[in-house]
């Protein structure tokens, strides 16, 4: 009998033995949702659990308590709405600026205010497979309109001239932020000819004399909400003499929140550890692996979702420790006042679909006349690049084809790792995964190449060119991105508005330097690292040499661990705006700089 650990019990069960290389629901009807939890056992996964130091399960990481009216609701736990609008603003004006701000900050929807409506949709939608029913849907009567705001050096700098804090802004100490986005460029593989696209000098906002000193980010169920309320924040600012730089709305494609190239996005976020005071569950994220059963469950949120200490991402709290179960020490890198506050990194990322549908469809076809790679397709090759199925299903889990109901189902499609095969996890009672089989250990990349998307910004539990797992925690970034402009048809020619459709991309983090431009320029612009010279992230990374040089190249592998290098000159995703911010506390904005 095959007992291998990467093999769950249930696969065993029915193939007597052997590993099926089709996912298990498959095999049982396509119209079993599998078992839906009670609302109770949903909730259950935000509770901390009673009797912790259950046998041989450990004990539970004493989590700080997060200042849920203080910390911005889009740093934590994320807006995660389907629609999202942008305004980037100058200043003019100092004393009439502070004013709009004051006027501003009550309305800021805060990480308490968030967490309640996140884990009502929670609740609503599920965890597991049984999600694919429910997408895009939310609870009765909920229509939220939320209000962010965060402010660049310049702008900091700008709004607290001649004030008891002027000069502050020379605390932070982070030369991303203090610089700027555009200062960066270059160093992040941006194009440095002065004609081409993404060059500063052309982008829509955020280049030379284009700066923001504000960023307002809106986000709402209804979408004519949203839009009214970003009519009514730009009317305000311009009556308070501040100037629109830039401003644009983001959609979620389809329920499932696809992005232009067609998949799905936002799955992988890490877990942000710590407890919010009053909360009923009292984690911020929840748990679902059940400590009296598995000795590193306290690891964990959702499968294989890693927890990381809050001060990752939000200034003033511990940060990973040399031990994941012990908060290391307090990350405050600015003034005392940015304590409960985060970097912003907001990128205007236009997508070349056509350009990149033409590359899937000529690389599918080249390398299907090569031994080993008889008959792949377009969406294996994109799979290849990304490391997931447009639906979301990891190839980890499912090598060969696509399954929607793994894509959605979060008590799996975040569940496996690199280094080791994955092992099932025992999840608290009530909570029920689909049955997928286990992902196996692939070290040299042969099932999710080295270059994939998802392996180039996160390299799991694998160690990497920074160190081992701990190294990846500090690398981790909260993604709030959503798609702006319509999608491109089925057709392969581009569309009526062709060139105006891409990614709002935003992250929150505690250093830029460290985590997002470590995620864009060192591994994703390297063909090297993190880990072993598979190549070049082709969907995504850039090659910041000038002319020919700017060629990246990837090796995926094929049956029989048969290799193919695929090659490009076409950048897929140009930047064409963007700005490097800091979100503060609601105190700070009210008692520092709007005053
Ligand atoms: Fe990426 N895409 O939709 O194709 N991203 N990304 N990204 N990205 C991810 O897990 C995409 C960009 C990260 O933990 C998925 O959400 C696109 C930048 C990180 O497994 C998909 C663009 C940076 C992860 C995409 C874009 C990142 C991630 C898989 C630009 C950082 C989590 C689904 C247009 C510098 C990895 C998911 C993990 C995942 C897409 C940009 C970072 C499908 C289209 C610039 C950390």
Same mark, same amino acid.
């Given at each position: 009998?095959?007992?291998?650990?990467?093999?769950?019990?249930?696969?065993?069960?029915? +193939?007597? %033995?052997?590993?099926? $290389?089709?996912?298990?629901?498959?095999?049982?009807?396509?119209?079993? *949702?599998?078992? !839906?939890?009670?609302?109770?056992?949903?909730?259950?996964?935000?509770?901390? *659990?009673?009797?912790?130091?259950?046998? &041989?399960?450990?004990?539970?990481?004493?989590? *700080?308590?997060?200042?849920?009216?203080?910390?911005?609701?889009?740093v934590v736990?994320g807006?995660?709405?389907? #629609?999202?609008?942008?305004?980037?603003?100058?200043?003019?004006?100092?004393?009439?600026?502070?004013?709009?701000?004051?006027?501003?900050?009550?309305?800021?929807?805060?990480?308490?205010?968030?967490?309640?409506?996140?884990?009502?949709?929670?609740?609503?939608?599920?965890?597991?497979?049984?999600?694919?029913?429910?997408?895009?849907?939310?609870?009765?009567?909920?229509?939220?309109?939320?209000?962010?705001?965060?402010?660049?050096?310049?702008?900091?700098? !700008?709004?607290?001239?001649? &004030?008891?804090? $002027?000069?502050?802004?020379?605390?932070?100490? @982070?030369?991303?932020?203090?610089?700027?986005?555009?200062?960066?460029?270059?160093?992040?593989?941006?194009?440095?000819?002065? +004609?081409?696209? &993404?060059?500063?000098?052309?982008?829509?906002?955020?280049?030379?004399?284009?700066?923001?000193?504000?960023?307002?980010?809106?986000?709402?169920?209804?979408?004519?909400?949203?839009?009214?309320?970003?009519?009514?924040?730009?009317?305000?600012?311009?009556? +308070?003499?501040?100037?629109?730089? #830039?401003?644009?709305?983001? @959609?979620?494609?389809?329920?499932?929140?696809?992005?232009?190239?067609? =998949?799905?996005?936002g799955i992988s976020q890490p877990g942000v550890r710590g407890?919010?005071?009053?909360?009923?569950? /009292?984690?911020i994220t929840?748990?679902?692996?059940?400590?009296?059963?598995?000795?590193?469950?306290?690891l964990y949120g959702l499968?294989g979702q890693y927890l990381v200490w809050p001060g990752e991402f939000v200034?003033?709290y511990?940060r990973s %420790?040399?031990?994941p179960?012990?908060?290391g020490?307090?990350n405050?890198? &600015?003034?005392?006042? +940015?304590?409960?506050?985060s970097y912003?990194v907001?990128?205007?990322?236009?997508?070349?679909?056509?350009?990149?549908?033409?590359?899937?469809?000529?690389?599918?076809?080249?390398?299907? $006349? !090569?031994?080993?790679?008889?008959?792949?397709?377009?969406?294996?090759?994109?799979?290849?690049?990304?490391?997931?199925?447009?639906?979301?299903?990891?190839?980890?889990?499912?090598?060969?084809?696509?399954? $929607?109901?793994?894509?959605?189902?979060?008590?799996?499609?975040n569940?496996?790792?690199?280094?080791?095969?994955?092992?099932?996890?025992?999840?608290?009672?009530?909570?029920?995964? /689909?049955?997928?089989?286990?992902?196996?250990?692939?070290?040299?990349?042969?099932?999710?190449?080295?270059?994939?998307?998802i392996r180039k910004v996160n390299a799991r539990e694998a160690?990497g060119?920074l160190g081992g797992r701990r190294a990846s925690f500090s690398r981790r970034i909260l993604r709030r991105?959503?798609?702006?402009?319509?999608?491109?048809?089925?057709?392969?020619?581009? /569309?009526?508005?062709?060139?105006?459709?891409?990614?709002?991309?935003?992250c929150y983090q505690a250093s830029i330097e460290d985590q997002f431009e470590l995620l864009a320029?060192g591994w994703m612009?390297?063909?090297?690292?993190p880990?072993?010279? %598979?190549?070049?992230?082709?969907?995504? /990374?850039?090659?910041?040499?000038?002319?020919?040089?700017?060629?990246?190249?990837?090796?995926? =592998?094929?049956?029989?661990?048969?290799?193919?290098?695929?090659?490009?000159?076409?950048? =897929?995703?140009?930047?064409?705006?963007?700005?490097?911010?800091?979100? *503060?506390?609601?105190?700070?904005?009210?008692?520092?700089?709007?005053?």
């Amino acid at each position: 009998m095959n007992e291998r650990p990467g093999v769950s019990r249930r696969q065993l069960l029915i +193939s007597g %033995g052997l590993a099926a $290389a089709v996912p298990l629901r498959a095999m049982e009807g396509a119209g079993d *949702p599998g078992a !839906r939890p009670d609302q109770a056992a949903r909730e259950m996964a935000y509770t901390v *659990p009673a009797g912790t130091a259950a046998a &041989g399960a450990g004990q539970a990481p004493e989590e *700080p308590y997060l200042d849920g009216d203080e910390i911005q609701g889009n740093v934590v736990p994320g807006f995660m709405k389907p #629609y999202m609008g942008v305004v980037a603003l100058s200043s003019g004006d100092v004393a009439r600026a502070k004013g709009w701000l004051a006027g501003v900050a009550p309305r800021i929807t805060t990480l308490a205010q968030a967490m309640q409506s996140r884990a009502q949709v929670r609740a609503h939608r599920g965890l597991g497979p049984e999600r694919l029913h429910q997408l895009g849907s939310v609870p009765p009567g909920m229509s939220d309109v939320w209000l962010n705001v965060a402010l660049s050096s310049g702008g900091l700098s !700008r709004l607290l001239s001649g &004030g008891e804090h $002027a000069g502050d802004g020379g605390w932070f100490t @982070h030369q991303g932020f203090q610089r700027g986005r555009a200062a960066r460029a270059s160093l992040l593989g941006d194009p440095v000819d002065p +004609s081409a696209e &993404g060059n500063p000098a052309n982008w829509v906002f955020g280049g030379p004399g284009r700066e923001a000193d504000v960023l307002v980010i809106l986000a709402a169920d209804c979408e004519k909400a949203g839009a009214r309320t970003l009519d009514e924040v730009r009317a305000e600012a311009a009556a +308070s003499g501040l100037t629109v730089l #830039y401003e644009e709305s983001g @959609h979620k494609l389809g329920a499932n929140g696809n992005e232009h190239f067609g =998949f799905q996005d936002g799955i992988s976020q890490p877990g942000v550890r710590g407890r919010l005071a009053g909360f009923p569950g /009292g984690y911020i994220t929840p748990r679902t692996i059940d400590p009296s059963s598995r000795p590193d469950a306290w690891l964990y949120g959702l499968p294989g979702q890693y927890l990381v200490w809050p001060g990752e991402f939000v200034f003033g709290y511990p940060r990973s %420790g040399a031990d994941p179960l012990i908060p290391g020490q307090v990350n405050l890198p &600015g003034p005392a006042w +940015s304590r409960n506050g985060s970097y912003l990194v907001f990128r205007r990322l236009r997508q070349d679909v056509a350009g990149f549908r033409a590359f899937l469809a000529e690389s599918a076809q080249a390398l299907s $006349a !090569r031994p080993g790679f008889a008959g792949v397709t377009p969406e294996w090759v994109g799979a290849r690049l990304v490391g997931r199925w447009p639906s979301g299903a990891p190839v980890a889990r499912l090598p060969d084809a696509d399954d $929607a109901a793994l894509g959605v189902d979060r008590l799996a499609n975040n569940a496996f790792g690199f280094a080791a095969d994955a092992v099932e996890d025992p999840l608290v009672a009530g909570l029920k995964a /689909g049955y997928w089989p286990e992902a196996k250990a692939d070290p040299v990349g042969l099932t999710c190449p080295q270059a994939a998307h998802i392996r180039k910004v996160n390299a799991r539990e694998a160690a990497g060119d920074l160190g081992g797992r701990r190294a990846s925690f500090s690398r981790r970034i909260l993604r709030r991105s959503l798609p702006f402009g319509s999608p491109l048809g089925e057709a392969s020619g581009p /569309g009526p508005d062709d060139g105006n459709r891409g990614l709002l991309f935003a992250c929150y983090q505690a250093s830029i330097e460290d985590q997002f431009e470590l995620l864009a320029n060192g591994w994703m612009g390297s063909s090297m690292r993190p880990r072993s010279p %598979g190549g070049f992230a082709m969907m995504i /990374g850039q090659n910041g040499m000038p002319g020919e040089d700017r060629m990246r190249s990837c090796t995926v =592998f094929g049956r029989g661990a048969a290799a193919a290098t695929l090659v490009t000159m076409k950048d =897929f995703v140009v930047p064409t705006g963007g700005g490097y911010f800091f979100s *503060p506390s609601i105190s700070a904005l009210k008692e520092v700089i709007a005053v």
